[in-house]
C-alpha cells in the first residue's frame, strides 16, 4: 500500500486536522472535532446549509464549507456516515435563527443519522428541512428514483443552496432550489481501478485489468455492467448516452457539466474524455453553458471519472453564478 | 494500462482539446494548435506574459492561462519541451507592444528552444525577458544552483509575474518581480509510485512497493535517496528538514506553502502530510501566511507529492493578494 497515511486508524483524524491548517482562513474546527465549519458561520437571518458524508471523497465533503456555500460539515469515518451526534452538532453550528437546510446523499446510514439529528434539532428549537440527493443513474432504474443514490450532483445541489440561503431566501425557498438542482441532475460513474480504505490494507473490490465497471459507485458499488476497456471516446460517449436517455430533455436545454476525477485518475484524461463529452451532448442539442472539471468528488484512489449533467434555468443560473468563497474553484 | 484515452499518440492533442472546449470563457486555442491563449489576450500596453513545458502535468501549463495569469502557453508533447515555433507563438500571441516575459522551467529543450523564440521574437521587434525555475533542491547541489530543475515552485512565479503584469508594470520590473519569487521557492518531490506514458505503455522508471524515492523529479528523475516507505508524519518531516535547510531563511519569515499531489495521489493525503509539515515550518520559528494545497501540478499518474515554500516580502505578498481568474483556484 504505496500511501502518505500514519496510523491507519487515524486517517480521517490526520485528514481534518491538516485540512483545517491549510484552510483556516475559511474554516474552523467545531467543538465536536468532526464538524467543519465556515469561519463566518453561523450568520444571523440566513439559512443554515449543512451537508455531511464519509470520509474519503476529498474535497467532499469538507472542501465545500465556505462564504455562500456550506456553513458546516459533519465528517464521518471513510466511506461511513458521520454519526447523528456530528450532525446535530453540524446544524447548530450552521444556525442562524432561520432554520438549516441539510443537503446530503442517499445512503442507509446518512439518511437515518439525519433523521435522528433532525429531531436532535427540534428539541433546541431549530427547523431543519432536508434534501436527498440521488443523481447517480445506474445505481437504480428511473422507476425507483428514490432509491438511487447521491454522487458528484451533490456539488450542484450544495452551490445552488448555498447561493439561495446567501441570497436571503427562506428555509423553504432555499429547501426548494436544492431540491430542484439535484431532480435535474444525472450522473454516472466508470471504474479503471479500485480503491484502497488504509485499515483493510488490499482493495475493497477488483477490476480486472483490461475491463473497467460502468455505473461504479463512489464506494466500488458495482455498476450496471463490467466491459473490456475501451477507448476514451467510446467511454464518454457511453456516459453521455447512459445520462442523457435517463435525463430526456428537450432540445436547446442549457445544462452544467461536472465531470469529476475518482481520485487517481491524471487531470489530463478528464481533458480527453471532455473532448467527447462536450461533443456528443452538443450532438444532442443541448447547449453547455459551463464545465466543471478537476477532482471535485473522489474515491481515495480509485481510477475513473463521473460525469453529471445538471440542466438549467434561470434561477439556477443565477445561483450559479453567485460569487463562493470556498477551497475549491466553484 | 487502465487509462482513459484513445490513440496514444494522439493524448496532448486530445487533452488539449478537451481543455479548450471546458474553458472556452478564460481560453482559446491560438492559429498554432500547440498555443493555449487566454481569451483577452494581448493586452495593448500590459506586459505579455508566457510559459510552456511539457505535457502530462496538468493543470500545469496550461490551467494557468487566464486573467491577471499567464496570456499565453506553448505546449510541448508528453514530457517534452514545446517546439522554438511554439514558443514564438506564445510570445506573439502575449504581446501587446510592452515586451513579453518568459517564466519557464530548467530543463535542456526548453533553455535551447525558449532562446531560439527569443530570437525569432526579436525579428519581430518584440523585446523578450526571460525567467527560469530552479526551484528542486535535489536536481543539484545548492552550490550549482544553476543546474537545478524548475517544479512546482513555477506555480507562484506565473502567479507573481502575472499579477504584476497586471498593475501595468515594466517588463523589467515583471522580470525582476517574477525572478525574484522564483530565487524565494525551494521545492521537493517524494514519490511513493511511477507514471507510464501511454505510447511506451508501461512505467518508466520503477519503485519497488515498500519503498520511495526521495527527491523525485516531475518525470521520474532519480532522487537523492531511495529509502523504506515511512509514515505520513515522518515524510512530511523529511520534506521540510530538505526545503528549509537548503533555504536558511531567518526566523519570523513569512512563507507561502504549496502542497501539490502529483496526479494519482488521493487529495486526503495531502491533508495529511501538511498537517505535519504545517507543525514542523511553524516549529522553526517561520510565519505561514497561506497554504495552496491540491493537484497544481502532476506528473500524469505518478503518485507522490511535492512541497514548495516561497519565503514573502511586502511585494509579493501584494502580488499573492492580486485576484486572477484561470481555472485553478489561486
Not at 490526520?14 to 491548517?21: E, L, Y
Not at 453561523?42 to 439559512?47: I, S, Y
Not at 428514490?146 to 423553504?172: C, D, P, Q, Y
Amino acid at each position: 500500500m504505496q500511501r502518505f497515511i500514519n496510523d491507519p486508524d487515524q486517517v480521517v483524524e490526520d485528514t481534518v486536522k491538516g485540512f483545517v491548517k491549510a484552510h483556516s482562513d475559511i474554516v474552523r474546527l467545531a467543538e465536536n472535532p468532526r464538524v467543519v465549519v465556515a469561519r463566518q458561520a453561523p450568520v444571523a437571518g440566513k439559512v443554515g446549509v449543512v451537508t455531511g458524508g464519509g470520509s474519503g471523497h476529498e474535497p467532499a465533503f469538507i472542501g465545500y464549507t465556505g462564504r455562500s456555500m456550506l456553513d458546516a460539515v459533519a465528517v464521518g469515518e471513510l466511506f461511513s456516515s458521520p454519526t447523528a451526534k456530528s450532525f446535530h452538532d453540524a446544524i447548530r453550528a450552521a444556525d442562524g435563527g432561520k432554520g438549516v437546510v441539510v443537503l446530503y446523499g442517499n445512503y442507509a446510514g446518512d439518511n437515518m443519522n439525519v433523521k435522528m439529528a433532525t429531531k436532535l434539532a427540534a428539541k433546541d428549537g431549530i427547523e431543519v428541512a432536508t434534501v436527498v440527493a440521488n443523481d447517480d443513474v445506474c445505481s437504480a432504474p428511473a422507476s425507483e428514483r428514490e432509491k438511487r443514490r447521491g454522487v458528484a450532483g451533490e456539488i450542484f445541489m450544495w452551490k445552488v443552496g448555498g447561493a439561495k440561503a446567501a441570497t436571503g431566501a427562506s428555509l423553504e425557498e432555499v429547501r426548494a432550489a436544492a431540491q430542484k438542482a439535484i431532480d435535474r441532475c444525472r450522473s454516472i460513474g466508470v471504474g479503471l481501478g479500485p480503491c484502497t480504505l488504509p485499515a483493510v490494507g488490499h482493495p475493497n473490490f477488483r477490476i480486472e485489468p483490461g475491463t473497467m465497471e460502468v455505473g461504479i459507485g463512489h464506494h466500488g458499488e458495482p455498476g450496471v455492467r463490467v466491459e473490456p476497456l475501451k477507448t476514451a471516446e467510446e467511454v464518454a460517449r457511453d456516459m453521455v448516452k447512459i445520462v442523457l436517455d435517463d435525463h430526456g430533455l428537450p432540445e436547446g436545454t442549457e445544462v452544467a457539466v461536472l465531470v469529476s476525477g475518482l481520485g487517481a485518475t491524471p487531470l489530463n484524461e478528464l481533458y480527453i474524455l471532455n473532448d467527447t463529452i462536450e461533443s456528443e451532448i452538443s450532438a444532442r442539442g443541448l447547449k453547455i453553458r459551463e464545465t466543471w472539471i478537476g477532482n471535485y468528488f473522489t474515491s481515495l484512489g480509485m481510477v475513473g471519472a463521473t460525469l453529471t449533467v445538471m440542466a438549467l434555468d434561470d434561477e439556477l443560473k443565477t445561483l450559479l453564478d453567485v460569487e463562493t468563497r470556498c477551497t475549491i474553484l466553484l
